[in-house]
């Protein structure tokens, strides 16, 4: 039977409650995956001890990644079933702010008809093509188990910069082993994804992508591309997991 939850704007952890809920119905409209929800649950977890909002070093993570996907030949955006609950319409937001990227589709838990209802959901936001749909179009990422090992030959295979938030470790390590410039966003700084991705961004996806618009929107307008690669250069993704750590450990306990 159908749920119906009344969340108020007042309540402290009002936004936490609402991307739960997103989540939630995103499962029952089928779009999420029962494991979905467990890694939902560690995401909130960090989030806890991040404070939920995004520190200075997510920040500066969240600027050189859209200046490495302004510079991209060809950035791809990955995507799975948190994601569309999540923040489907800024994620057609960052495609169309783009202007050179696609999105692909890609399950760990992967069935047809949850392939088929995200990809009619990003549809309703006004996105015309999504790769890693057609199977026709899909080769193998070498040394990758499972059917993740599969990604577009016109999508991700075809990219030099592949944004991939909310990944597991194995693939991420295995778009590097292909030579791609990975950029995440997982608020585990100790993850595997976390640990080999290029480009780390500590924080909640739905805090993440409305602020990596607007650097885009910036960048595009006021910087130049040597602004942009003086940028890149000087990152350094460690130093920002670092950091993302020492905030969560200097939580103090609130009482005598
Ligand atoms: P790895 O394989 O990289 O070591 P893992 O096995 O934990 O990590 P998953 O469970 O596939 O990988 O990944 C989910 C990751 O996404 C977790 O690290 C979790 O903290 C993170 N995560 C979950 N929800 C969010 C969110 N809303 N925003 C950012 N990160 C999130």
New binding site residues.
Partial sequence: MARKIELHESHPRYLSLL?REKLVTGFQRGLVASEGL???G???C??YLLGECTTDSARAAINVASATLLLARYPVISING?VTA?CVDQICGLNRSLENSSVEINL?YYTKEREKLISEEFKKYGLTRIFGIDSKNLVSIPELESNRRLVDRDGISNADVVFV??????R?IALKRMNKKVIT????PL????LSADITIV????RVIPQLIKCVEFHRKHSSENDLKDLIESFDNSDGLKKALEVMKSKQVPFQ
């Fill in positions: 991307a467990i890694a939902h560690r995401g909130e960090f989030d948190n999540l760990f938030p909310l990944e597991d470790g194995d991420t966003v997982d608020l585990n993850s595997r994804t976390a924080d909640n996806i739905v």
